[in-house]
Structures are given as structure tokens and as C-alpha cells.
T-cell receptor
Framework: DAKTTQPTSMDCAEGRAANLPCNHSTISGNEYVYWYRQIHSQGPQYIIHGLKNNETNEMASLIITEDRKSSTLILPHATLRDTAVYYC????????????FGTGTSLTVIP | SQTIHQWPATLVQPVGSPLSLECTVEGTSNPNLYWYRQAAGRGLQLLFYSVGIGQISSEVPQNLSASRPQDRQFILSSKKLLLSDSGFYLCASATEYYGYTFGSGTRLTVV
């Protein structure tokens, strides 16, 4: 699976949009981009995933560049409960393929 | 949807004592199952994965072992714990759409 690069940490003001970038320049054509987040002392939670088109769900939006070498997770109105570590992972779809987690981005939402 | 049950939530064990952490899965059959470990302030490290009963693959050599005695049961064990075995242990099950579903984790402190 391709490697991803994320900033170590970010701050965001409560109520503002949080934009978390991820670089995956070696992504291959059949690899999806997944985002998870981990709140302290809990298991990681699925947020969103996509292949090439932008995706939106009730939690976030995922913007993938046209060349697919980078993506941005957008939390439109950050709350204090969004403070967590956010992981960007690229992976071939299918239950037989495991995830390899990096250290992610530690997002702190500031009141 | 799948649910992962992990227990206990926290555990304090002396060095040299044995370990058994159990993970069970509801809502699916024949899942791919995974054990991850997370040291304090670090990312998730894949320890073991299993594609079926009795089938275990190890990602890193270590003091731990895993077993899968039933389709939806995954056990992490050690005969003699080391201080370096301390960490947050997570069980996960692969899903076709979400990638992974994680359990709530076990925080192990070896003293």
C-alpha cells in the first residue's frame, strides 16, 4: 500500500472549518483513500473514503485532487468533540487487505 | 453492521505474568481479524491478522502470540509479559465498505 504524509498537528477554532491535508504521491489506480479518527483511549472510527471523486457524508467531506496525489478532509464546522488524531490511509479495497497506520494529524479544536 | 467486543478495558499485570485478551465479532461471518498495538503517543502497529479459523499471520516477531479458535473469536496471548508489552491493544474486523471496524481497546500496563 502507498505511503501517506500528514502534518503532525493542527489547531482549528471552534465553529470554523478544519482542513486536514494528506499527501499520497505514490497512490496506485486501485487504491482508495480512507480517513479515520481516534479520540483518546478509544478505537479508531471510520470517517469517509473515496477513490477519485469528492465525497461527502454527515461527518465530513473528502476532496481528492485530479491526479489523486493528495487529498483534504474537511470538517465543515469543527466542535470540541472533533479533537482527535486523524489518520489518512490509502489501501486497495477488499476485506483481505490490511491497513497500515502512520502517526496521523493531531487536531485540536480551540474554544 | 459489525460490532467488535473487547475485554477487559484496562489491565495491570506484573512482569513475567501471562496475558490473554479476547475479541469477539458480531454481525458478520468469516471476517478477517486483526490485532494492533499502540504505544503511548505513537501510531498503530499491526501485530497479527487472521483470514480464518486457525490461520494466523504475524507482522512482527515479539513476545506475543495470537489464536483464532472460532470464526468470530480472536485471542492475543503471552506466556510471560515484558515491560515493553505495555500499550493500547485494538482488535479490528475488516469490512468491505468501511475498511475496518475497531473494538474499544484494552489498555495494558505491565509493572
Amino acid at each position: 500500500d502507498a505511503k501517506t504524509t500528514q502534518p503532525t498537528s493542527m489547531d482549528c477554532a471552534e465553529g470554523r472549518a478544519a482542513n486536514l491535508p494528506c499527501n499520497h504521491s505514490t497512490i496506485s489506480g486501485n487504491e482508495y483513500v480512507y480517513w479515520y479518527r481516534q479520540i483518546h483511549s478509544q478505537g479508531p472510527q471510520y470517517i469517509i473514503h473515496g477513490l477519485k471523486n469528492n465525497e461527502t457524508n454527515e461527518m465530513a467531506s473528502l476532496i481528492i485532487t485530479e491526479d489523486r496525489k493528495s487529498s483534504t478532509l474537511i470538517l465543515p464546522h469543527a466542535t470540541l468533540r472533533d479533537t482527535a488524531v486523524y489518520y489518512c490511509i490509502v489501501r486497495v479495497a477488499g476485506t483481505g487487505n490490511q491497513f497500515y497506520f502512520g502517526t496521523g494529524t493531531s487536531l485540536t479544536v480551540i474554544p | 453492521s459489525q460490532t467488535i467486543h473487547q475485554w477487559p478495558a484496562t489491565l495491570v499485570q506484573p512482569v513475567g505474568s501471562p496475558l490473554s485478551l479476547e475479541c469477539t465479532v458480531e454481525g458478520t461471518s468469516n471476517p478477517n481479524l486483526y490485532w494492533y498495538r499502540q504505544a503511548a503517543g505513537r501510531g498503530l502497529q499491526l501485530l497479527f491478522y487472521s483470514v480464518g479459523i486457525g490461520q494466523i499471520s504475524s507482522e512482527v516477531p515479539q513476545n506475543l502470540s495470537a489464536s483464532r479458535p472460532q470464526d468470530r473469536q480472536f485471542i492475543l496471548s503471552s506466556k510471560k509479559l515484558l515491560l515493553s508489552d505495555s500499550g493500547f491493544y485494538l482488535c479490528a474486523s475488516a469490512t468491505e465498505y468501511y475498511g475496518y471496524t475497531f473494538g474499544s481497546g484494552t489498555r495494558l500496563t505491565v509493572v
